[in-house]
């Protein structure tokens, strides 16, 4: 696996495996991978010629009293994962080298995809997500681009600028892993004490627990809510962020009688650290 | 020459040429094209296999007070010249098609050189010509773009965007063409009572005694202007917008010295009508 870290070697690159015929499969990263970013390597693998995964952590998808300094950095490890899942080139950048200019060039998904959910309380994050996104499908012409479900709003948001924009890559939405106890893999569990840990698994089995009733039948979005905010609200270590619930695909608002597919999804706070998991209700 | 307007024929096509590992050049036009529109096609029939001409008059650069409705629009005319410059395919969509959801996807290039010149007084013109040239860009996949420096910031604010997004698009800058007399090509000199346009003349005039003055040494930057501002002043008919010059390429602050080349642009109103005009002082 080819490591690099500057642009004009990823342009030769990608150059030299467009100008061979190949189809590239890229993976975005902010790095610290997890089983979750090995899947959606693992998937890339699958399905393309070329994974390239980058390892970046974005500095402007994160608001000013964020994680972005704390957030874990761990190169080495990282591309020993990548590898073994079987990327092709890893590319991280400096921060420098993918925001040029102190002046920006903002992609920007605008109205409700982008204002629900973490929109509400992170107004930044969803630009930032959009334009380091729009940069790396450039600089790769990747074919496909592979996204977690765990980011769910993440996906949505992705699929509208590539929708709106025409941008000619395909994204693969992937399921999320989970711990065996069920917690969905993320790079931010490292921040949790043992005993926040043990807190944060009312996430998962609350959703689990909304997904068996509607199952059964239940289709009352309120009812459906109501299942995941109480259960959440009896783990004295929670404070909740949000517990919404929107159609899926495209997170439209929802009428009070579910019909088709649904989102339910949450956010979570753990001591000083945020969690977000979701469920996605299919209606067949 | 193909005249297309859906998505779905022009994609085909564009992907037919790909396969066939043809370059791609296109014109982006709002239509009523002239010599200078058709100067843009010409050099793009030079340097690529295939020439595409968009004509599409692009709501999201108009402010609420201009002139949208009014925009001269005339496709069978337009047809006629592009095909006889050379272009292979025009598109010719409806907004709708553009712009499919009603929440909109932005490509914002910031700061400096959208708020200058053209961007005090149209503060969302930009950011329209940013979005729908990326549009265009990811559904031709063209190689090289064509970009008249009459729209000299216009040129600028996407040479940005091409830079930041990191776009797999060459963009081509080609001179200003203009009537004998002097004026600059545009569509919007239609909108011209003939003293209106006699009084235009102020403007390609007053451009080339500065020039003149440049080239016989001067290099003060306030000087240059007074040529400009003193001479179109003395129009009756004229209400300058603005007289400006800022540093060429990328239009950065001038020192009051200028040493590099420049760029000495106008915007100027005679009646109804709001014209542009530039010229670039190349230091050699």
């Known amino acids: 696996m080819i490591i690099c870290h500057e642009i004009g070697e990823l342009k030769d690159f990608v150059r030299r495996c467009k100008k061979e015929g190949k189809s590239i499969g890229l993976v975005t990263t902010m790095g610290a991978l997890h089983e979750g970013h090995a899947s959606l390597i693992r998937a890339a693998r699958k399905e393309n010629d070329i994974v390239i995964t980058t390892v970046f952590v974005n500095p402007t998808q994160f608001g000013p009293n964020e994680d972005y300094d704390a957030y874990p950095r761990r190169l080495e490890k990282d591309s020993a994962l990548a590898e073994a899942c079987g990327a092709d080139l890893l590319f991280a950048p400096a921060p420098s080298a993918m925001y040029p200019h102190e002046e920006m060039t903002w992609v920007e998904v605008t109205g409700h995809v982008t ?147 649904a989102l339910l999804a949450v956010a979570v706070r753990f001591g000083k650290t945020r969690l977000i998991d979701n469920v996605i209700l299919e209606a067949e």
């Open 115 to 261: 204002m629900i959910l973490c929109g509400r309380t992170r107004p930044i994050h969803f630009r930032g997500v959009a334009t380091v996104c729009a940069k790396f499908f450039n600089l790769t012409e990747c074919d496909r681009a592979y996204y977690g479900l765990k980011d769910a709003q993440q996906t949505q948001v992705l699929q509208r600028m590539v929708k709106d924009l025409f941008m000619n890559v395909e994204l693969r939405l992937m399921p999320i892993v989970r711990e065996e106890d069920g917690l969905a893999k993320s790079s931010r569990n490292v921040y949790l004490s043992q005993e926040e840990r043990k807190a944060a698994l009312v996430l998962s089995r609350s959703l689990a627990h909304a997904k068996e009733a509607f199952q059964k039948g239940e289709r009352n979005k309120d009812a459906l809510l109501t299942i995941v905010k109480n259960e959440i609200e009896e783990e004295p270590m929670s404070d909740i962020n949000y517990v919404e619930m929107y159609e899926m695909p495209g997170l439209a608002e929802l009428p009070e009688t579910i019909e088709g597919n």
